[in-house]
C-alpha cells in the first residue's frame, strides 16, 4: 500500500492565482482531513470528510474548497492564493468512525504564495 | 470544544538526559482518545500512541513511556536516555466519541533537541 500520497511536494504561486493540491489513500478509509502546519501554531484542521459526498469545515476553511467524490481522493482548491497561505499542508486519513482511529498522514505539500 | 495545550515550544537536553513533554487536555465527554505523534526533521508525521478515557495505565515502550492523568487532565510523554533520533517535534492530539467529528485536535507541538 501506499499509504496516503500527495502531489506536488512543493509550490510557489503568485497572489490571486488557484490550484489544487492534491490527496489520494488506498486504505479504504472513510474519514479524510486537511491540515496546515505554521510555525508555533500546530496542526490546524482546515476542511475535513467522514466519507464519500460529505464533507464540513474545520477551524480555519476560508479561502479553500474540498470535495470528496470517491473514498480514495480528497483535493484541496485554494481559490485564490494569499501570501497568508504559505504553509505546509497535510492531508490524513483514518479508517471509519471512532475517536480511536489515528491519522494516518501524507508526506505534506509545502506552499509559498508571493 | 476540545482543546490541548503543549505549553512548552522547545525544550534543549543533552544526550543520555530524561525528558518529560507536557501535555493538558480539556473536554466536555467522558469518552475520549489521546494520542502523541512525532514529526521528525524529515517532516513526516507518525503516531506513536493512543491512550482511552477509561484506562489511566502507564504505558512504557522501550526509552518511551507515558503517563495519563484524568484528575489534572494530562497525558504527559517522558524519554528516558534521550538519543539525538529523539530530536522532532511532538504533538499531543484529542479525539472526543459520542457527538464529534472524530477528528483530532492537535496542540501547537513541542520541539525536542537533542544534543550530542
Known amino acids: 500500500n501506499a499509504g496516503v500520497t500527495q502531489t506536488p511536494k512543493f509550490q510557489v504561486l503568485k497572489t490571486g492565482q488557484s490550484m489544487t493540491l492534491q490527496c489520494a489513500q488506498d486504505m479504504n478509509h472513510e474519514y479524510m482531513s486537511w491540515y496546515r502546519q505554521d510555525p508555533g501554531m500546530g496542526l490546524r484542521l482546515i476542511h475535513y470528510?467522514?466519507?464519500?459526498?460529505?464533507?464540513d469545515q474545520g477551524e480555519v476553511p476560508n479561502g479553500y474548497n474540498v470535495s470528496r467524490s470517491t473514498t480514495e481522493d480528497f483535493p484541496l482548491r485554494l481559490l485564490s492564493a494569499a501570501p497568508s497561505q504559505t504553509s505546509v499542508y497535510f492531508c490524513?486519513?483514518?479508517?471509519?468512525?471512532?475517536?480511536?482511529?489515528?491519522?494516518?498522514f501524507g508526506p505534506g505539500t509545502r506552499l509559498t504564495v508571493l | 470544544a476540545q482543546k490541548v495545550t503543549q505549553a512548552q515550544t522547545e525544550i534543549s537536553v543533552v544526550e543520555k538526559e530524561d525528558v518529560t513533554l507536557d501535555c493538558v487536555y480539556e473536554?466536555?465527554?467522558?469518552?475520549?482518545?489521546l494520542f502523541w505523534y512525532k514529526q521528525p526533521p524529515s517532516g513526516e508525521l507518525v503516531f506513536l500512541i493512543r491512550r482511552n478515557s477509561f484506562d489511566e495505565q502507564n504505558e512504557i515502550s522501550g526509552r518511551y513511556s507515558w503517563n495519563f492523568q484524568k484528575s489534572t487532565s494530562s497525558f504527559n510523554f517522558t524519554i528516558t536516555a534521550s538519543q539525538v533520533v529523539d530530536s522532532a517535534v511532538y504533538f499531543c492530539?484529542?479525539?472526543?466519541?459520542?457527538?464529534?467529528?472524530?477528528?483530532?485536535?492537535f496542540g501547537r507541538g513541542t520541539s525536542l533537541i537533542v544534543h550530542p
Open positions: 490524513a486519513s483514518s479508517q471509519g468512525q471512532g475517536a480511536y482511529n489515528e491519522q494516518f
Open positions: 492530539a484529542l479525539s472526543d466519541a459520542p457527538g464529534g467529528s472524530y477528528i483530532p485536535t
Open positions: 470528510s467522514v466519507g464519500a459526498g460529505i464533507t
Open positions: 473536554t466536555r465527554d467522558t469518552t475520549y482518545y
